[in-house]
């Protein structure tokens, strides 16, 4: 029983952090990053994203018009640096304002 909730648990926590990686990805792009220091910086934060599923979300998020990338050839092996467009900002000041809409809702739900 205990092992059933747990993996019940593990899933939905799963599903949520999926919803949220977008928003976490978009909030440390201001300035260019390439994929593994992002994948670095998120882990300190407390959010953890390997790069398999990074470098895909990357590339769909710059197919969409949120982020624009440069390749950086001053190091010892070429970097592809990803950072926000004018309409990936928008597109986040608009998600983030909807994340703190959502989370002061679900707070007032659960109290």
Known sequence: M??????IVNGLILE??????????LSRLD???YGYSL???LSE???EIDAGTLYPLLR????QGLLESSWELAD???????FLSETGRQVYDRLREEWR??????ENLMN
């Open 31 to 33: 300035q260019p990053k």
């Open 39 to 41: 994948v670095q910086e």
């Open 16 to 25: 949520l952090r999926r919803g949220t990686l977008i928003l976490s990805v």
């Open 60 to 63: 769909r998020l710059e197919k």
């Open 2 to 7: 205990m092992a059933e909730i747990e993996e």
């Open 45 to 47: 934060k407390g959010i």
């Open 76 to 82: 010892s092996r070429p970097r592809r640096y990803y």
């Open 101 to 106: 809409k959502l989370v002061f809702s679900i």
